[in-house]
Nanobody, 124 residues
Framework: QVQLVESGGGLVQPGGSLRLSCAAS????????MGWFRQAPGKEREFVAG????????FYRDSVKGRFTISRDNAKNTVYLHMNGLKTEDTAVYYC?????????????????WGQGTQVTVSS
């Protein structure tokens, strides 16, 4: 089993920045593809970003390209989501997920492990 714990969420003004972290334990993190998803009230959970185990490939939904950056530090068993230029539409609970095939990295149903989420609120 894999345990994932997100942190770094909070309240930020539009245009601000946050860095989310996801700490993993329980199995080999360094060989696991990872993703970030988010869910706003009344909305479906949606893919935000993904990264392969070796950081060779990254994936983003169109609305966050150029603003968000996913990265990982396998030595620390941690994946990050750096969020810049935050907009009110980015307000959501952000979830870290692990263990997915690269070919389906955008599909929430294909991940085997999930964290509990961290709240990001963008408001003036």
């Amino acid at each position: 089993q894999v345990q994932l714990v997100e942190s770094g969420g909070g309240l930020v003004q539009p245009g601000g920045s946050l860095r989310l972290s996801c700490a993993a334990s329980g199995r080999t993190f360094s060989t696991t593809n990872m993703g970030w998803f988010r869910q706003a009230p009344g909305k479906e959970r949606e893919f935000v970003a993904g990264i392969t185990w070796d950081s060779i490939a990254t994936f983003y939904r169109d609305s966050v390209k150029g603003r968000f950056t996913i990265s990982r530090d396998n030595a620390k068993n941690t994946v990050y989501l750096h969020m810049n230029g935050l907009k009110t539409e980015d307000t959501a609970v952000y979830y870290c997920a692990a263990d997915v095939r690269v070919s389906t990295i955008r599909n929430s149903g294909d991940y085997n492990y999930w964290g509990q989420g961290t709240q990001v609120t963008v408001s003036s």
